[in-house]
């Protein structure tokens, strides 16, 4: 059994960074798709990046390049959200999610991914 837990959110002001960790249980092996996810209080749920744990090819949303970097750690099962230059649009609720083979940009909906965390709050402030 799959299991996912995020760990990292708080309340930061803007500019500033945080880390998100998001470690798995319930793996024999690297080739997933590790995906971060956010959903803000009267939003739709919408992808922040995907990050394959093995080979470690990642996939952003055009709102968060160049500020948030995908980091994984395949002996510790753990996938890393580093988040820059936050900006108070980022506050959400950030899920981790995790599906069995290659990321791609098709899976930017969420729907293709049977497992998911809990989520951890961020909130940015100005």
């Known amino acids: 059994q799959v299991q996912l837990v995020e760990s990292g959110g708080g309340s930061v002001q803007a500019g500033g960074s945080q880390r998100l960790s998001c470690v798995a249980s319930?793996?024999?092996?690297?080739?997933?798709?590790m995906g971060w996810f956010r959903q803000a209080p009267g939003k739709e749920r919408e992808a922040v990046g995907l990050i394959h744990l093995g080979g470690g090819s990642s996939l952003y949303a055009d709102s968060v390049k160049g500020r948030f970097t995908l980091l994984r750690d395949i002996p510790m099962w753990t996938v890393y959200l580093q988040m820059n230059s936050l900006k108070p649009e980022d506050t959400a609720m950030y899920y981790c999610a995790a599906r069995f083979g290659a990321c791609s940009g098709l899976y930017f909906a969420g729907e293709q991914f049977p497992y998911w965390g809990q989520g951890t709050q961020v909130t940015v402030s100005a």
């Open positions: 319930g793996y024999q092996h690297s080739n997933w798709c």
